[in-house]
Every structure is written in structure tokens, then in C-alpha cells.
């Protein structure tokens, strides 16, 4: 029992003893450092004599200070000298124009010479006076001279030189606009691009929208084409006419799904309900039998009718 518990806690593998022996070394080594240390290291000792001589240094340095401050403030202050204000020029009131006053009137008037010049320079660039209070938007003046100078402010007339009107000029090279009818079943891409609120876009797709219906047979259908307003139908409308009614009719008891499904008024649902009424009951006798098909309602049929053929 003995000799099996000192197996299991004091018997260790070569590993283990590794391991024992360098924590051991490592507390040793931690435990006699302090002493190690104290042989290298030695504390740096300050001669009081030294230190006292740096203390000395440092009083100098604020001697020299002082007395810097005492020169800068005896050299500069005492030779600085007040602003002098500038001298008040002796004004004289008079009635003055302010388009056509000299800069040596300006000066009279009280106002400083840089001034009067630059009042000269605005006049000189096609700057007015149109009335007494528009010297307030002179930059310098101060408020005191402008209100005292107003009274005395005289504005001449200034003409107003518009160029003369030329009736036969403009009247005789206007020439209103013409627009021309367009035949919706025939009309080009310039044509219709002819006609006021339509471009190229708009003109494309009203063509491209008569292609797939295989032909418009009614006016009014041209306002169904893809992003056309109907503010801009109504101003075309007047312009659009119909000479050739005959459309592209498709014969349902021949065409197949994806022949019927492409066309705008019956796509896939109703292409696919005529095909199966047809396999089931025969071939179609006239176009009126397709609203025996529950899903084709009078709107539908009254849309497709005139593109829809028995023979």
C-alpha cells in the first residue's frame, strides 16, 4: 500500500523531473538577484558643492531675465508713440449732383479724398446715382456725412437709352410654325418627331407599338403607346389622321400560342384559352364563338376583334 502511494505521488517520468529542476532554477535564480544587482549597480552620488553651483546658474538665468524685461519694456514703450487721429477736414455744404461732382468737390463736401477717387472710378464704369440715398452703398462714408449730405444731393435726369424696336426687322423673318397631318399607319419616325411634345423616343415607340398590333385602326389608339402623356396626345390628336384601316389579322384556327401571345391584346392567358377551346370544339366558325371562353371579357374581345380572322 506504502510502496504503491509513493509510486503514484514521488515517482516522476523524465519530463516531469525536467520540469521540477527549472522552476527550481528559476526560483533560485529570482531569490539571489537583488544581491547580484547591488554588486553592478551604483548609485550616482551629487557633490553638494555642484549642486550648489547649479543653483547659483539658475539665479543668473532670472537676473538676466528681469533685466531683459526692464530693456524691452524702457526701449519700446518709451519710445512709442500715440496714434495721431487724422485731422477733421473742414466740410462745406452745397447742392451737388453726384454723376458729374469733381474729386476736389467731394473734397469740399467733407469727404476723404480716397473715397472721392473711388467714387470717381464707379461713375467712370457706368456706376449711377439715381436717387439721394443711394450714397449710403458708398463704401467709407460715414453715417453722420451721408445724412448730411442727402439734402443737398441734385440728380439730373438720366436718359434711358434703349435701342429702338425694328418691327419689320423681327416680322418679317417670322415665319410661324407648320405642322403637318400624319397618317398613323404610315408615318415615319420624322413625321411623327414633326408633331409639338414628340422626339425621337416617343416617335419610336409609337411605331414599334403599331408594328406589334399589326396596324392601328383607330385614331385613339395611338394614345396607348408606352410613356406617352395624355396632355401631349390631346395636342397631337388634331394632327393625327387614318386613311388605311386595313390592320394584320391573326387567323385562329391556324395560328399557334407563341403566334397569338405576341400581340398587345391577347398575350399568353387568352392565346392559351383560344388554343384549347379550338382542340377541344373544333375550329371557330367566326370570330364571335371566342366569347364563349369565360376568361375573354367584352373589353377583351372588343380590343381584338378587328386583328382576329376565321379564314
Known sequence: ???????????????????????????????????????????????????KEEIAALKIDSAKAK???????????????????RETIKAVSFQFDPNTATIEEWVKLGIREKIAQNIQKYISKGGKFYKPEDLKKIWGIPK??????????????????????????????YKPRVISIVNINSGDTAAFISLPGIGSKLSQRII???????????????????????????????????????????????????????????????????????????????IEEVKKIMIITDDIFDKMAPYLAVK
Not at 67 to 85: L, R
Not at 153 to 167: D, L, M
Not at 243 to 260: P, Q, R
Open 1 to 51: 500500500m506504502w510502496k504503491q502511494f509513493i509510486n503514484e505521488y514521488f515517482v516522476f517520468t523524465r519530463k516531469e523531473r525536467r520540469g521540477i529542476i527549472f522552476i527550481i532554477l528559476l526560483i533560485v535564480t529570482v531569490s539571489i538577484f537583488p544581491f547580484i544587482y547591488s554588486y553592478f549597480y551604483h548609485e550616482k552620488i551629487t557633490s553638494p558643492n555642484k549642486f
Open 67 to 85: 533685466t531683459y524685461g526692464k530693456y524691452v519694456q524702457n526701449e519700446y514703450y518709451n519710445d512709442y508713440t500715440p496714434y495721431k487721429k
Open 144 to 173: 453722420q456725412d451721408v445724412d448730411r449730405l442727402i439734402p443737398f444731393v441734385t440728380i439730373a435726369a438720366i436718359p434711358k437709352n434703349y435701342p429702338k424696336f425694328e418691327k419689320s426687322a423681327y416680322a418679317d423673318n
Open 208 to 286: 414599334s407599338f403599331r408594328d406589334k398590333l399589326g396596324g392601328f385602326h383607330s385614331v385613339d389608339q395611338v394614345a396607348e403607346t408606352y410613356l406617352l402623356p395624355d396632355s401631349t396626345f390631346q395636342k397631337i390628336r388634331p394632327y393625327l389622321t387614318l386613311d388605311n384601316a386595313n390592320v394584320k389579322k391573326i387567323n385562329i384556327n391556324l395560328a399557334t400560342i407563341d403566334e397569338m401571345k405576341i400581340h398587345p391584346y391577347i398575350r399568353y392567358q387568352v392565346a392559351n384559352a383560344i388554343f384549347n377551346y379550338r382542340n377541344q370544339h373544333g375550329n371557330f366558325n367566326s
